[in-house]
């Protein structure tokens, strides 16, 4: 007997499970299943998604209706139509061997009347979003007087989403008899209330300790100056070459803001939220499965029905409002059996939130570094690599071989693979070469907050001939300080750069009455603790006109819909200014594009 045998299920569901491909049951399976099979009992399961609960009480379901009646039998409410698509279609195969069950996807945004059509062919079991549900009943295109089962799927999320009357109106149209399986990934109060309210001595099963992320995703933290936010997440990126993964903004704006950034970078990124038109929405969601889209900038609302098991990486560019709602973040990674990685980039102000959040998932956060540049050239580099080994040989260029050994004859192969690697690696190092280390900065701002760090103004900059580099260059040398010359922010006329407090009194007295090519040099502490992000400091305004660094020069009127692949152009011509440049490789594009 295999363990879903043991669990009660009959032959045509067990056949089911074979075709799926599942060995094991699932933790929420194994407690589920059999007490629903069982008893006709009220339930509520905390457990995420990714969990297989759609499956623990699917199966219960489909083997306790009766296949032989139209009547509708099973109600399950989920958040969103994506989530209410995924069910529909999870039952649909399960129940693949069942003459005769129907399961019918009722939500918004679709043909109400076909809906409507389908139920009244039969639909033992509808899976609907509350909104459409309401409208349905309103209308009386469903009856829901008989069902005997009512389940509620991922309970925390409709209630966050503001569902509590329509819930509440939609069960009060369902007969008391009936038992409530509710499913939640988090139990906040109002969950509960609904379960006090709804449902008569549930039995409780909760799948790994209440509210814990899941077991198998490791939760990282980066810390770094807010207005680095977005070079943080392109390092990150570029860090994690066949990265897949879902992207979370607060709102519509900024998740189509960072989408667009990144597509103008290079990356194969997009966007999903609320202001797109559903028809854009499976369009972004197609390029996903596919992975044509590594990078899926969303909002919590919109991520909810994201129903991809393979998410190596989910990235909180902004931590949400609500500290829980980083539990259901978090589990659109690690699902089936994977491990995932949750990411979270943070300011300073924020840092606190991080310790709400293991509060909640009881969970530590590791604290990492944002990686350097040259620690990107070398993941970048070791990649293309690989993907040159991986790569299938091309016969269309067998033609070519002997014009191609012209060119390259007298070579050695040590050479052809310094070139070859060359032609990538330069122009990554080029653009990494410049930029400045994320995790320096923002330490020496917590530094400087404390006073253990002293910024500096200097009157010479990009006019004298310096870029950052040289400057800290020379600064290094004068002082004699090495690294302890650090944030060195190079403007057009001045610059600002950083010692620690106590060398205050030696840089200051180096720079008394000193003269470079004849010319005074002046130094003197600042209080623009930015130093970077546009013009100078208040302080000093007037000495110079700042460039505008910090300004992303991006075209603000492209619209979304550019072609992947445009943005090439218009990065290269603007050149390698961590500001703005495009990712010098992309990974996935270009390996498509060899394949
Ligand atoms: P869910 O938590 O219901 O969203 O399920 C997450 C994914 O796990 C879905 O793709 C299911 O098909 C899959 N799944 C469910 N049960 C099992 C199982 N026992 N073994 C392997 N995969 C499963």
Redesign the pocket.
């Known amino acids: 007997m295999n363990k879903f045998q043991a669990l009660g299920l009959n032959d045509a569901i067990l056949q089911a499970?074979a075709d799926?491909?599942?060995?094991?049951?699932?933790d929420v399976?194994e407690q589920a299943i059999p007490v629903l099979l069982k008893d006709d009992t009220d339930i509520v399961a905390l457990?995420?998604?990714?969990?297989?609960?759609?499956?623990?009480f699917g199966f219960p379901l489909i083997q306790k209706i009766d296949a032989n009646s139209k009547t509708t039998q099973g109600l399950i409410l989920s958040p969103t139509r994506e989530l209410c698509l995924?069910i529909t279609k999870?039952i649909q195969a399960y129940s693949k061997h069942v003459r005769g069950v129907n399961a019918v996807a009722v939500y918004g945004g679709a043909n109400i009347q076909e809906q409507a059509r389908q139920i009244k062919r039969g639909a033992q079991i509808i899976v609907a979003t509350p909104g459409r549900m309401m409208d349905m009943m309103r209308r009386k295109m469903v009856d829901i007087s008989q069902i005997n089962y009512c389940i509620l799927d991922e309970a925390d999320e409709m209630l966050n989403m503001g569902f509590y009357e329509d819930i509440t109106t939609i069960l009060a149209d369902t007969p008391e008899h009936k038992n409530t399986w509710l499913f939640s990934a988090t139990m906040p109060k109002e969950v509960a209330r609904i379960a006090k309210k709804f449902m008569k001595s549930p039995i409780e099963i909760t799948v790994g300790t209440k509210n814990t992320g899941a077991a198998n995703v490791s939760h990282e933290y980066y810390l770094v100056n807010a207005r680095d936010r977005y070079q943080a997440l392109k390092r990150l990126a570029d860090a994690n070459p066949e990265i897949f993964s879902v992207v979370f903004c607060r709102t519509k704006r900024d998740t189509q803001k960072v989408a667009e950034q990144l597509i103008e970078d290079g990356y194969n990124a997009g966007a999903i939220h609320g202001d797109l038109s559903q028809n854009q929405r499976d369009l972004v969601m197609k390029s996903f499965r596919n992975r044509q889209i590594q990078m899926l900038v969303a909002t919590d609302v919109a991520a909810r029905g994201i129903?991809v098991?393979d998410i190596t990486h989910v990235v909180n560019y902004q931590l949400p409002d609500e500290p829980e709602i980083y539990t259901h973040r978090s589990g659109r990674t690690g699902?089936?059996?994977k491990t995932g990685i949750s990411i979270v980039i943070v300011s300073k102000s924020e840092v606190r939130k991080i310790k709400q959040i293991e509060k909640i998932i009881n969970k530590k956060f590791t604290q990492k570094d944002i990686p350097t540049g040259m620690e990107i050239c070398e993941v970048q580099l070791m990649h293309l690599a690989n993907d040159i080994k991986d790569t299938k040989i091309n016969h269309e260029i067998d033609p070519y071989l002997y014009s191609i050994n012209e060119v390259l004859e007298g070579l050695s192969r040590e050479e052809i693979v310094k070139k070859v690697f060359s032609v990538e690696f330069t122009r990554f190092f080029n653009y990494y070469k410049k930029t400045k280390d994320l995790n320096t900065e923002v330490a020496a701002q917590i530094k400087e907050a404390s006073g253990d760090s002293t910024r500096y103004f200097i009157n010479v900059g990009a006019k004298d001939n310096f870029d950052w580099m040289s400057l800290k260059d020379f600064l290094k040398e004068l002082t004699g300080l090495g690294d302890g010359i650090y944030r060195v922010d190079c403007k057009d006329s001045f610059s600002f750069f950083n010692t620690d407090t106590e060398h205050k009194d030696t840089v200051l007295a180096l720079f008394q009455d000193f003269k470079l090519q004849g010319r005074d040099i002046h130094v003197e502490i600042t209080n623009d603790t930015r130093g970077g992000g546009g013009g100078g400091g208040k302080k000093h305004k007037g000495r110079g006109k700042g460039r505008k660094d910090g300004s992303s020069g991006r075209n603000k009127d492209k619209s979304f819909s550019k072609k992947r692949g445009e943005g090439n152009n218009r990065s290269e011509r603007r050149g390698s200014n961590d500001s703005g440049g495009k990712a010098p490789f992309s990974g996935k594009r270009r390996r498509r594009e060899r394949n």
């Open positions: 499970v799926m491909g599942f060995t094991e049951p699932s399976q457990a995420q998604t990714g969990t297989g609960k759609t499956a623990a995924q999870e129903d098991d699902r089936a059996g």
